[in-house]
């Protein structure tokens, strides 16, 4: 073996050094040069949550009009399941209600009738396009219209989110990959993703999106920051219909809605199928002690949970 077929390699002191311990994309939302999954059931606005990342990305505005965006540039998007004139028409929504004029809009919308992953062409083709745009981030609507091989064997789904890590890597772009989850309660909302668990794993940073009566809940995770505390967010549109969009309801001190906390802990009880120590309750929420006592004690007095010395 000649020195020249030597992986590099470099001394830890060596490696490059952050001002910051994370840096955001659009913080707390989504990490820089992150992989993820945009994932929920049918109807809970996944496509609306990563256009309107995209769109803030692409414009430098805050993202549900309240995320401000650290790192602004491009953004490319493909949405398979939308014809072109809803594309327009989604887009040109989300910059009426944010004042955005969509001819100074700095995304790109991939405009071909299929795009395939597991297609060697297909890849190529997707490459030399983020090679000519540089996006800071790409958004691809679903995966389940990206390929054709089995979301349930693992050997297929590493060899496509295998080909999406190394493009993150060449590039420097984050991507947000939009797929279906199941109706199921999981303790976790990325248990509940159709197919391999590789896609659960996969991700730097994952959105869930899940419906509760009239409202929709946001939980976040990230592989190398804190997870922030789920939001409560609305789909709204002007009286006419116009200007549809995401937007994110808060509490009279302007933090997360309790009601929030309520179901997530609701879903995580629902799901154990026996009782929880409140540590663990905490541990998996998230949440601060003082926040989730609030809670307990307020659906303790409701009747909605019971207390036990175990």
Known sequence: MTEHELLPVLRAADLDQSDEV???????????????????????????????????VASATPC?????????????VFLAEDALRQ??????AICSHRGIDIKRLDLHVITVAELRLDLERDRERLERTIDRIRPRLLVLDPLVRLHRADENSSHDMS???????????RFHLAILLVHHASKKNRARPGQALRGSSDLHAFGDSNAYLA????????????????EPEPLKLRLVSRADGTGTHL?????????????????????????????????????????????LGDVLDDLQLRRAIVRTHE
């Open 159 to 169: 060899g496509i989110l295998g080909h999406l890590r190394a493009m993150q890597r």
């Open 211 to 226: 419906r509760r009566d009239d409202h929709l809940v946001l939980t976040l995770e990230h592989r190398a920051a804190p």
């Open 64 to 76: 549900l009009g309240r995320f401000e965006v650290e790192q602004p540039g491009p953004a490319l």
């Open 22 to 56: 994370e840096q955001w994309l659009v913080r707390p939302l989504w990490l820089a040069e992150a992989v993820g999954i945009a994932g929920g059931a049918p109807k809970c606005a996944k496509t609306w949550y990563a256009l309107d990342l995209a769109i803030s």
């Open 87 to 92: 594309v327009r028409a989604r887009i040109e």
């Open 247 to 291: 937007e994110v309801e808060a509490s009279a001190d302007g933090r997360t809605d309790p009601i929030v906390l309520e179901d997530a802990l609701m879903q995580i009880l629902g799901s154990a199928g026996k009782p929880m120590r409140r540590g663990d309750l905490r541990k998996a929420l998230r949440v601060n002690n003082q926040r």
